[in-house]
């Protein structure tokens, strides 16, 4: 063969052999990192694996907040209007993170509590995570209730009183 | 009226933009001179028209007129000054006036800097630069004109700029930033141009390779001005946060990060050309998918703007046409493409492509991150995203090994490399890296941390392979040695100070990712946290009052072994305009470390959440990019790019006899 053409074929043996390594290893990396998300009535009927690196969201029921008075932790429960969860925490709360607010928990389920290492709330006021305003949507279609803005009217979670 | 007047000079600049695509190149086709000379013209009139529109939106912004939608949704008539000029660019629809102002100066800039190319040419980069500009000035025209008015319903207060964004760093961050995303069109009018004219020669590459460089430059600054904003800015203490929005801008600078170096090699020895034209297709075709997702809503992010399927569809929809066209072009004509030139295994060309190769698998893995949650949901897979450890696991180890490389590569020549090269060049760097890990691991002996070592010995390795390389080359010339250290080719230097920032931000990165300490705990007045050996006492809140915002400010009193170091005053601030509580961190750094404090909640009684970081040599990150970027601009500055002299048949006959 000539030499330019033996090169060049080693090149791209060699491309090949190393892209597809690399495509293997990003595949099975991939299939160990990602992270998946689950409503607050998935987690509260335990279809959500112990011990697994998941995501939460939904919105923090108004007048579960509580804080330690010593250190840094603090409880609250998250909701989609259907069913509630039980979140822990230690660590600073992002600024937007209030009660009624729509947020997002990084973390795992451990014996029916939400274990979260990382508390996301929205960024700006006019915006809810999508995952949760798609979670909060399918909860009111289940329970008959005409599409509005999401979190609105959770503080009476159970409680007719929507608008 | 202003805002009318603005509006009407877009759509004059789309009619100049079309006939810029047009006449141009129909005239390169039929050999008409005079039609391809109208491009440099056409070229200028859409850049004055852009501007005035441009200039048109910033005196709506100066006079606070609420009557215009935009200014009332970004402004406020109580911003001061400079972030109501910054605001212009504080939402979807100005932010998109800016980038086609900055694709029209480009335009410009190449129609000014271009009289040295064959005319045929320049008619051809700025008709493709004129097509893409019609993409986007239809796009804001049809999807998002900021001018709409808000008629009769005025409000008489805007809803102000997004306190996030009222910072300094907002004013350079997103024009510098663009400058790098826009300005890889360039390069992609360029290899479309060549692609069209079946001339891929060296030439090709010297024409193109300083606005690659360029655009590279301003892209590298643009996104280490990003990360050092969002590191003071979002109270978090990170710098990167593998975000969608990072990952999109993060994308076009790998590719174009191989882009110069393959350019590199195209223009000094004839090969890889058909590669580098992917390249410079792919940069833009990148830059382009950032923006569809940044602007579509697909994704979530601190960087997303307001959600609207219309945008989205049509920036698919040009993207696609973008990609689509030009790799079909590139399908029919670049089998064409035939190297003139071998190289041997040991050589200079082989560690460029290993080079390429790595900067490619990485920028894949990154693009599957970003698009595998979009993907999965599209599939019905479920809400899933992909964590910062799956990046990093790619990232890390392909950076180090891209080091390694440059210091190997660094040793070798074109064409071929005899063995006793390696050793006479690299020994020294070697034992400077051996001996620079092992200092760095005894310095933090009871914790040590391997990664940490390593990373402190690759970059002591890249910056001491660039000055030992500098001192045998200046030694091989005649004369003395220190007059010639000085008397480089300006292509050296930028090579030499973009590697050896690339060695200052590897042992930045490295080191603060392993041996920073976090602490967030709760503090009453009077307490004092120690943390990394220093001593934070929390003396108390302070009301203060800005410009704009009311303030809670914490005193935090730093000392070490007894000994005073600094007052921190991280802030709470309530803007007047309404809306929700900003963290605004409160750093001390230097060379060595950063102190960074950060207040989280009042918990009752006086006490309050305090996010603590000791973080080592963090500022050596964006010392390192800034290193970079500088390089990136002496090569763009270089005078030989610009020199009218045909030496583009040089390097052909030279690889002919080599072959």
């Given at each position: ?7 060049r ?15 293997g ?11 998946l998300?689950?409503?607050p ?13 998941i ?19 603090v ?10 969860v ?7 709360l992002p ?7 729509a947020v ?6 451990l ?9 996301l ?14 979670a ?23 409680n007719k009183t929507?608008? | 009226?202003?805002a009318?007047l603005?509006?009407?000079t877009?759509?004059i ?19 008409n ?7 440099r013209?056409?070229?200028t009139?859409?850049?004055v028209f ?7 939106l910033?005196?709506n ?6 009557t215009?939608a935009y ?13 109501k000029?910054?605001a ?7 932010s ?14 190449v ?8 005319e ?10 004129g ?12 999807t ?10 005025t ?18 961050h997103?024009?510098?930033?663009y400058m790098?995303?826009?300005g890889?069109?360039v390069?992609?009018?360029f ?6 004219s079946?001339?891929?020669d060296?030439a ?13 430059a301003?892209?590298s ?12 800015e979002?109270g ?29 090699v195209?223009?000094k020895?004839g ?7 992917l390249?410079?297709i792919?940069s ?12 579509s ?7 997303a703007?307001?959600?609207d399927?219309?945008r989205?569809?049509?920036i698919l ?27 041997s295994?040991?050589?200079r ?5 290993l ?5 490619a ?11 595998y949650?979009?993907i999965?949901?599209?599939m ?10 799956f990046?990093n ?10 080091s ?13 490399t ?11 760097p070697a034992?400077?890296?051996v001996?620079m ?10 914790n ?22 500098w001192w045998k080359?200046a ?28 060695g200052?931000a590897?042992?930045?990165?490295g080191l603060?990712?392993v041996?920073?300490?976090q602490?967030d ?5 009077g ?11 929390f003396e108390?809140?302070?009301a203060?009052d ?6 809670d ?7 070490k ?21 900003m ?7 230097n060379?060595?470390?950063?102190l ?9 009684e ?21 290193f ?9 500055a ?14 052909q ?7």
């Amino acid at each position: 063969m000539h030499p330019v053409r033996k090169q060049r074929l080693y090149i791209v043996l060699f491309i090949v052999g190393f892209a597809s390594v690399a495509i293997g290893l990003m595949v099975f990396a991939l299939s160990e990192n990602i992270n998946l998300f689950y409503p607050p009535s998935k987690l509260a009927n335990g279809e959500a694996p112990d011990n697994v690196n998941i995501r939460g969201g939904g919105c923090v029921v108004p007048g579960s907040v509580e804080r330690s008075k010593t250190d840094l932790g603090v409880r609250f429960a998250l909701t989609d209007g259907l069913a509630k969860v039980p979140v822990v925490f230690s660590g600073i709360l992002p600024d937007l993170f209030s009660e009624g607010e729509a947020v997002v928990v990084n973390g795992k389920m451990l014996a029916g509590v939400f274990q979260a290492e990382q508390v996301l709330a929205k960024h700006d006021e006019n915006y809810t995570p999508p995952e949760v305003a798609d979670a909060v949507g399918q909860a009111n279609a289940e329970k008959g209730v005409q599409h509005q803005a999401t979190c609105e009217g959770m503080a009476m979670s159970g409680n007719k009183t929507y608008k | 009226m202003i805002a009318e007047l603005g509006h009407i000079t877009l759509i004059i600049a789309l009619a100049l933009s079309v006939l810029l695509a047009v006449i141009p190149m129909w005239g390169s086709y039929s050999n008409n001179a005079l039609w391809m000379s109208s491009s440099r013209s056409l070229a200028t009139g859409m850049f004055v028209f852009v501007a005035i529109s441009y200039g048109c939106l910033t005196i709506n912004f100066m006079e606070s007129d609420f009557t215009v939608a935009y200014v009332a949704a970004t402004s406020n008539s109580i911003l001061p000054w400079y972030y109501k000029l910054s605001a212009v660019w504080g939402g979807h629809e100005g932010s998109f006036l800016l980038w086609m102002l900055m694709l029209a100066g480009w335009t410009f800039t190449v129609a000014c800097l271009s009289r040295s190319l064959p005319e045929i040419i320049v008619a051809r980069v700025l008709a493709v630069l004129g097509f893409l500009s019609i993409g986007f000035l239809l796009f804001m025209l049809l999807t998002s004109n900021p001018f709409d008015r808000l008629l009769p319903d005025t409000p008489s207060e805007g809803r102000d700029l997004n306190p996030l964004l009222q910072d300094p760093a907002f004013i350079f961050h997103p024009p510098i930033l663009y400058m790098g995303y826009v300005g890889l069109s360039v390069a992609f009018a360029f290899a479309v141009a060549a692609l069209l004219s079946g001339r891929l020669d060296s030439a090709w590459a010297r024409w193109s390779r300083p606005w690659a460089t360029a655009a590279w430059a301003f892209l590298s600054l643009g996104i280490a001005l990003g990360s050092w904003w969002a590191y003071y800015e979002l109270g978090w203490g990170g710098w990167w946060f593998w975000d969608p929005v990072e990952n999109a801008v993060f994308m076009p600078w790998l590719v174009a990060t191989a882009l110069i170096h393959s350019l590199a090699v195209t223009e000094k020895r004839g090969v890889f050309k058909s590669w580098t034209i992917l390249l410079a297709i792919f940069s833009f075709s990148l830059s382009l998918l950032g923006t569809f997702l940044v602007r579509s809503g697909v994704i979530t992010s601190v960087h997303a703007f307001a959600t609207d399927p219309e945008r989205g569809v049509f920036i698919l929809a040009f993207l696609g046409l973008v990609v689509g066209g030009s790799l079909l072009l590139y399908a029919i004509k670049a089998p064409t493409i035939r190297a003139t030139a071998t190289f041997s295994w040991v050589s200079r060309e082989l560690f460029l492509l290993l080079n390429n190769i790595l900067l490619a698998v990485l920028m894949l893995t990154v693009l599957l991150g970003t698009l595998y949650p979009l993907i999965a949901d599209a599939m019905g897979l479920g809400r899933i995203s992909v964590g910062p450890p799956f990046f990093n696991l790619f990232f890390v180890p392909i950076i180090l090994t891209l080091s390694l490389l440059l210091g190997l590569g660094a040793a070798t020549q074109w064409k071929s490399t005899r063995g006793e090269r390696f050793s006479n060049l690299l020994l020294i760097p070697a034992v400077v890296s051996v001996v620079m890990g092992i200092v760095v691991a005894s310095l933090y002996g009871e914790n040590f941390a391997w990664k940490g070592a390593l990373c402190a010995a690759l970059g002591a390795w890249v910056m001491s392979v660039t000055f030992t390389d500098w001192w045998k080359k200046a030694k091989a010339k005649r004369g003395s040695t220190i007059a010639q250290l000085f008397n480089m080719t300006p292509s050296f230097y930028s090579m030499a100070l973009a590697h050896f920032g690339l060695g200052v931000a590897i042992i930045g990165g490295g080191l603060s990712s392993v041996y920073s300490v976090q602490k967030d705990v709760r503090m009453e007045p009077g307490e004092t946290v120690s943390v990394a050996q220093y001593d934070f006492k929390f003396e108390g809140m302070l009301a203060v009052d800005g410009a704009n915002y009311r303030a809670d400010r914490g005193q935090i009193h730093v000392s070490k072994d007894g000994e005073f170091i600094t007052i921190l005053g991280p802030e709470k601030r309530h803007y007047l305009s309404g809306g929700n509580m900003m963290t605004e961190a409160a750093i001390d750094s230097n060379l060595a470390r950063d102190l960074y404090v950060a207040m989280g909640e009042h918990l009752g009684e006086g006490a309050w959440g305090v996010r603590i970081y000791v973080k080592p040599f963090v500022m050596w990150i964006w010392l390192g990019v800034l290193f970079m970027g500088l390089g990136g601009f002496v090569a763009a500055a270089d005078k030989r790019y610009r020199s009218k002299t045909k030496r583009s048949n040089a390097p052909q006959a030279s690889a002919i006899s080599a072959a």
